[in-house]
């Protein structure tokens, strides 16, 4: 991968960089702004540098269709703010506001393209579909800088495609997030502890078999614990249950036995009778042994002697990584678990990187500053999948030149 400065002097000339600004919003206000502060040491390099920067970004899933609901707009303005310039949003992704856009740029100045999901082609599974939108983008750039890692698992035409037709580089937030997930996969520090939470086992089967390999500990909360507690003999009563996967799981507790590794899941649990997530509410909350969970009730957070056996563990980690709440982390009354988390994660003396919007979300909610863990990623799918081993379309287009 080459770095920003290999690209040689860029003054005057047009950067296309492609940026993860999928940021959650209430309304048009964004909730959480760390992916566009986490792109600032680029832009700011590209703009000393005298660079006519163009910004290719998406946000939601729109499906290919215009849909003013997942405009940039909040995303322009935010980022203006930070950069303390404004900054252009064009009305269209490549056509004729863009073209005007990039064309009246001067040097060091900044624009955003409209969300490049609103083009049909962006997301296509048909290679010559991606291929002929990432000619238009690159009509609008003289080189290519990748630097939303958050989208680096994803074969799409601003991420992988026009990769291939100018000269690139990767930012410096790819460079980082590469390095400390590189660090994670070949030289963790030991006691290395992975924490995984989340609704659907389904989802971290993969990660799980690759990280059995590499962790010491692997801990386990969320919708997704109640499959291996099935696993271990237990009734659930109306939790989340993957059963097809009951078997996979009580497949990894051996595993991890027979390898001398430590799989940690919940010892109690807070069940509820019934949860609304469009309101954000419970019922009554009550705390019940992992082996006693009542019929008609389901685990939604795991319960505090499980949040002080995961705390220990934490504790003793000199490497962690976490992905995924313990429980239903956007309802007050079942977020104890994934802040208990947080809290022994800053806390902690250990290197510790949180991947996934949702612990990330739940670490700067409670009021804790960045710096009180080693790493944010920006990242929850592409980091976990960078962690199972897999290969990255977006990282690897920009080792093949
Ligand atoms: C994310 O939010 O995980 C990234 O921006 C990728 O978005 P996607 O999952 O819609 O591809
Ligand atoms: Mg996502």
């Given at each position: 991968m080459k770095s920003l400065e290999d690209l040689g002097d860029l003054r005057g000339k047009r950067v296309l960089i492609r940026c993860d600004f999928n940021v959650p919003l209430d309304g048009d206000v964004i909730t959480d702004d760390g992916r566009i502060k986490a792109a600032l040491p680029t832009l700011t390099y590209l703009r000393s540098a005298g660079a006519k920067t163009v910004i290719m970004a998406h946000l939601g899933r729109p499906k290919g269709e215009v849909n003013p609901k997942y405009s940039l707009s909040p995303a322009a303005k935010r980022l203006g703010e930070l950069l303390g310039t404004e900054v252009k949003l064009a009305a269209?992704?490549?056509g004729p506001s863009a073209t005007a856009t990039v064309a009246a740029l001067s040097d060091g100045e900044v624009a955003l393209l409209e969300n490049?999901?609103?083009?049909?082609?962006?997301?296509?599974?048909v290679d010559a579909e991606r291929a002929e939108l990432a000619a238009k983008y690159a009509a609008l750039g003289d080189v290519f800088v990748s630097d939303g890692f958050g989208v680096v698992h994803r074969k799409q035409a601003s991420v992988y495609d026009v990769a291939k037709l100018l000269p690139n580089a990767a930012g410096y937030l790819v460079a980082k997030e590469v390095d400390v997930l590189k660090k994670l996969t070949e030289?963790?520090?030991?006691p290395y502890v992975v924490v995984l939470g989340g609704a659907k086992v389904a989802d971290k089967l993969g990660v799980i078999d690759n990280l059995l390999k590499v962790a010491d500990t692997l801990i386990i909360g969320g919708g997704m614990a109640y499959t291996f507690l099935k696993a271990l003999g237990y009734e659930v009563g109306i939790s989340l249950l993957d059963a097809e996967k009951v078997d996979t799981c009580a497949d990894y507790l051996e595993q991890a036995k027979a390898a001398g590794k430590q799989i940690l899941l919940p010892v109690d649990t807070r069940v509820v009778a019934e949860l609304d997530f469009a309101s954000r509410t419970a019922s009554a909350v009550t705390i019940v042994a992992a082996s006693e969970i009542p019929a008609d009730q389901e685990g939604a957070d795991i319960g505090p002697e499980t949040e002080k056996l995961f705390a220990e563990a934490i504790r003793g980690a000199k490497t962690v990584f976490w992905n995924g709440?313990?429980?239903?982390?956007?309802i007050e009354s079942l977020a104890s678990g994934t802040n208990a988390v947080a809290k022994a994660l800053a806390e902690s003396d250990a290197f510790s990187v949180i991947g996934g919007g949702d612990s990330a979300a739940a670490v700067r909610n409670l009021g804790?500053?960045?710096?009180?863990?080693?790493h944010i990623s920006t990242g929850g799918g592409a980091s976990l999948e960078y962690l199972e081993g897999k290969e990255l379309p977006g990282l690897a287009v920009l080792e093949e030149n």
């Open positions: 269209d992704v490549v490049v999901r609103y083009e049909p082609a962006e997301e296509s599974k030289t963790p520090e030991r709440p313990m429980g239903v982390s956007e804790y500053p960045d710096t009180a863990f080693g």
